[in-house]
């Protein structure tokens, strides 16, 4: 599966939009993006994935450029429960398990 | 049930001794993920069941971990002869077919080793 690349942690105010990105230079034509985040003593949970197209779900947006060497997660209105670390992940859709890296730690203030 | 299941919550125990860990995954969900994440840490991936086929133990670290999956259902990892660094959350992962985006996980046992 390719790596990924993600700042180690970043800050966002409450309620403005977090930009989340993510370097993925060696990605493969089947591989996807996918988002998960981890709160505080909690396990992970997904946010979103896309292929080549943009994304949007209830919970953020994904943009995914033309060549998909690179990602960036979208929060438009970032809330403090939003406080947590970020995993972009790539991979097949039929692969084997999910390879957690670093992530961005997102820390939303008031 | 609705979610991933994980029991127990926390356990304590001494070093040398042996300890169970279990998981209940979502009904349907073929696939299952065993993780342990140490404090600060990321996420290191153990061991993965897919159906009825032969489990993916290379993320196992040592002899002393083990993991069974009994009817394609409940999972239990068992760590034979705990040392102090064993101690760390252990997630239990389950998804549909292992797709990438169906990743719901438990809310992990914090196993401690003193």
């Known amino acids: 599966d390719a790596k990924t690349t993600q700042p180690t942690s970043m800050d966002c105010a409450e309620g403005r939009a977090a930009n989340l990105p993510c370097n993925h230079s060696?990605?493969?034509?089947?591989?996807?993006v996918y988002w998960y985040r981890q709160i505080h003593s909690q396990g992970p949970q997904y946010i979103i994935h896309g292929l080549k197209n943009n994304e949007t779900n209830e919970m953020a947006s994904l943009i995914i450029t033309e060549d998909r060497k690179s990602s960036t997660l979208i929060l438009p209105h970032a809330t403090l429960r939003d406080t947590a670390v970020y995993y972009c992940i790539v991979r097949d859709n039929a692969g084997n398990m999910l390879t957690f890296g670093g992530g961005t730690r997102l820390m939303v203030k008031p | 049930g609705a979610g991933v299941s994980q029991s127990p919550s926390n356990k304590v125990t001494e070093k040398g001794k042996d300890v169970e860990l279990r998981c209940d995954p979502i009904s349907g969900h073929t696939a299952l993920y065993w993780y342990r994440q140490s404090l600060g840490q990321g996420l290191e991936f153990l061991i993965y069941f897919q159906g009825n086929s032969a489990p993916d133990k290379s993320g196992l670290p040592s002899d002393r971990f083990s993991a069974e999956r009994t009817g394609g259902s409940v999972s239990t990892l068992t760590i034979q002869r705990t040392q102090q660094e064993d101690s760390a959350v252990y997630l239990c992962?389950?998804?549909?077919?292992?797709?990438?985006?169906?990743?719901?996980f438990g809310s992990g046992t914090r196993l401690t080793v003193v």
């Open positions: 992962a389950s998804s549909l077919h292992g797709i990438g985006y169906g990743y719901t």
């Open positions: 060696t990605i493969s034509g089947n591989e996807y």
